[in-house]
């Protein structure tokens, strides 16, 4: 079956410019995350989607960063005035509910990822 | 700044042999989950674990909760060339708090 898909794969941009990442997440799964992975730490969570909840903005790293899910699915990740900081692996999760507790632990599925690069 | 510190950052070792890695905390978590990484791909969930003291084996992979639910612990017996990946061991709060991950190359 379909996993979750991101696109692009690859962005390559200039300093100062807007880019946007999509997430298409599995099909039926109502809880959408994104992380970010730069090189040599681990995923940091910036943003959590569950149905028609508000979001979960608490790791979003400045103003610059901004996420919408419309229609409960796809999911767009945008960063505006990129800084070179921005580069790294922006990865994508979907889960079925996104509740967790002691006995029921969602799996979160993730995506390739896309890597960005700001020049 | 890491809430979970992983050890080693790298290991290379050869084909047959054993190792373990290691993910620490000054926190306490509800659930701890380990993940595999392969180049150009997405974390893949191996285990949860979520009692204090819990150990889980999944085939050469054994895993191991520590009592106060602030370590893991993955142990990986006669390793071979296909465990090769970035091991990543994530805390669960509401939310995961990922490990900055051990990078395992086992030689042929």
């Known amino acids: 079956g379909a996993g979750v898909s991101q696109s692009p794969s690859n962005k390559v941009t200039e300093k100062g410019k807007d880019v946007e990442l999509r997430c298409d997440p599995i099909s039926g799964h109502t809880a959408l995350y994104w992380y970010r992975q730069s090189l040599g730490q681990g995923l940091e969570f910036l943003i959590y989607?569950?149905?028609?909840?508000?979001?979960?903005k608490s790791g979003l790293p400045s103003d610059r960063f901004s996420a919408e899910r419309t229609g409960g699915s796809v999911s767009t990740l945008t960063i505006q005035r990129t800084q070179q900081e921005d580069s790294a692996v922006y990865l994508c999760?979907?889960?079925?509910?996104?509740?967790?507790?002691?006995?029921?632990?969602?799996?979160?599925?993730f995506g390739p990822g896309t890597r960005l690069l700001v020049l | 700044t890491q809430l979970l510190e992983q050890s080693p950052q790298f290991l290379s070792i050869q084909e047959g042999e054993n190792l373990t890695v290691y993910c620490n905390s000054s926190?306490?978590?509800?659930?701890l989950q380990w993940y595999r990484q392969e180049p150009g791909e997405g974390p893949v969930l191996l285990v949860t674990v979520v009692t204090g003291g819990e150990v889980k084996k999944l085939k050469r992979l054994t895993f191991q909760f520590g009592d106060a639910r602030k370590d893991s612990s993955l142990h990986i017996t006669a390793a071979q060339p296909g465990d090769t990946g970035l091991y990543l061991c994530?805390?669960?709060?509401?939310?995961?708090?990922f490990g900055a991950g051990t990078t395992v190359t086992v030689r042929a």
């Open positions: 999760a979907s889960s079925s509910t996104g509740r967790q507790g002691i006995s029921t632990r969602e799996t979160q599925y």
């Open positions: 994530a805390g669960e709060d509401y939310k995961l708090s």
């Open positions: 926190s306490v978590f509800s659930s």
């Open positions: 989607f569950q149905g028609n909840s508000a979001p979960d």
